[in-house]
T-cell receptor, first 113, second 108 residues
Framework: DAGVIQSPRHEVTEMGQEVTLRCKPI?????LFWYRQTMMRGLELLIY????????DSGMPEDRFSAKMPNASFSTLKIQPSEPRDSAVYFC???????????FGAGTRLSVL | DAKTTQPPSMDCAEGRAANLPCNHS???????VYWYRQIHSQGPQYIIH???NNETNEMASLIITEDRKSSTLILPHATLRDTAVYYC?????????FGKGTRLSVIA
């Protein structure tokens, strides 16, 4: 298996623009997680899905952030409008059955200028 | 979830065993101990987890004390590629919460 695939790997955008991050989980996995990592705040859970249904979005920082999982093989994290403080590395992870054994993607490094 | 305490950094000579400690004195009966690591510029990687028995897999061994208040992750023969931040996380059914971890430097 190719593992969790995230795209793009790097994204540079200007403040106010819409940003969409994409994730393809490992086939057969029923959990999907979105994390954000910064030097100041470390690795934070934003939202997670089970069987394509959002279970906990309490980590989503504000209404500018939204996440969807239209099917078992694809998820998006959208930021609209983006702000410089959204600059971070965003990781997607997936897991099967056991929620806390997770397999992470390589991440998307987002820079908002 | 129980809070964990890890040393901020450790060094280990290449080829020697790396023993990474974790204190979790407030762990409750249904909480597991998970270990992940994050190599620079990569996503975190699952290593091992356990409840109360010692566990071993192809990557590492996990030793949990009888009172479950602390544990040690053992990398039996550390290599330069094991240089990473190692996270000890204690949780039951709630999602993982990553702390600051231990930065392990394996030195040639």
């Amino acid at each position: 298996d190719a593992g969790v695939i995230q795209s793009p790997r790097h994204e540079v955008t200007e403040m106010g623009q819409e940003v969409t991050l994409r994730c393809k989980p490992i086939s057969g996995h029923d959990y999907l997680f979105w994390y954000r990592q910064t030097m100041m705040r470390g690795l934070e859970l934003l939202i997670y899905f089970n069987n394509n249904v959002p279970i906990d979005d309490s980590g989503m920082p504000e209404d500018r952030f939204s996440a969807k999982m239209p099917n078992a093989s694809f998820s998006t994290l959208k930021i609209q409008p983006s702000e410089p403080r959204d600059s971070a590395v965003y990781f997607c992870a997936s897991g099967q059955g056991v929620k806390n054994i997770q397999y992470f993607g390589a991440g998307t490094r987002l820079s908002v200028l | 979830d129980a809070k964990t305490t890890q040393p901020p950094s450790m060094d280990c000579a290449e080829g020697r065993a790396a023993n990474l400690p974790c204190n979790h004195s407030t762990i409750s009966g249904n909480e597991y101990v998970y270990w992940y690591r994050q190599i620079h510029s990569q996503g975190p990687q699952y290593i091992i987890h356990g409840l109360k028995n010692n566990e071993t897999n192809e990557m590492a061994s996990l030793i949990i004390t009888e009172d479950r208040k602390s544990s040690t992750l053992i990398l039996p023969h550390a290599t330069l590629r094991d240089t990473a931040v190692y996270y000890c996380i204690v949780t039951g059914n709630t999602p993982l919460v990553f702390g600051k971890g231990t930065r392990l430097s394996v030195i040639a």
